[in-house]
């Protein structure tokens, strides 16, 4: 086998630029890059969203914020996230959450030792039915003035268990569980 001259080699890569500079489109970029330290924050960049999951490791909820810096519920210790403003917008905003769980079933609730009833709306997670969620309105979410996201119900480390997750319940021992079945 025989190598080209060097006279065809500078042929063959003379069309090879030919046809290069003809077909390919040259790129040229008018963008302006720039930014400013000093420049005020505005809502949207101040506004962090957060993702919070199930304790099945299922996606439910993305809240603007965290969810421990909210006001909690006196009857349940609850979150409360206010879906609607409030008499005065300013000092009483809505949040901006996406919740990803399926209606259940209303029920209506009495507390003990109060004769009050609660109508609920409860949300759950689409993967394992577990309550997240429950509101006073019919769904969607946020339809009422206020979402409550159950304590313990959703952690912000997927996998994890929040520690809050099984608060109030009681272990019982295993011969005393077996014999309750019967």
Do not use: W
Not at 149 to 167: N, S
């Amino acid at each position: 086998m025989t190598l080209p001259s060097v006279g065809v080699q500078q042929h063959l890569s003379n069309i090879n630029l030919a046809f290069l500079s003809t077909t390919m489109p040259k790129i040229v970029s008018k963008a302006i890059v720039s930014s400013s330290e000093q420049a005020a924050l505005t809502q949207s960049a101040r506004a962090v969203l957060r993702s919070y999951y199930c304790l099945c490791g299922d996606f439910v909820l993305v809240l603007q914020g965290k969810l421990d810096r909210l006001p909690r519920r006196r009857t349940d210790g609850a979150y409360i996230i206010r879906s609607k403003p409030g008499s005065d917008p300013e000092k009483q905003p809505a949040r901006k959450f996406k919740l990803n769980a399926q209606p259940a079933q209303r029920c209506l609730l009495k507390r003990k030792g109060t004769a009050d009833l609660e109508i609920r709306q409860p949300f759950c997670c689409s993967r394992c039915k577990t309550p997240v969620a429950y509101q006073t309105a019919p769904p969607p979410a946020g339809e009422g003035p206020f979402l409550y996201i159950i304590k313990g119900a959703v952690t912000e480390l997927q996998g994890r268990v929040p520690a809050d997750a099984f608060e109030g319940e009681e272990l019982l021992p295993a011969d005393e569980a077996a014999g309750s079945k019967n």
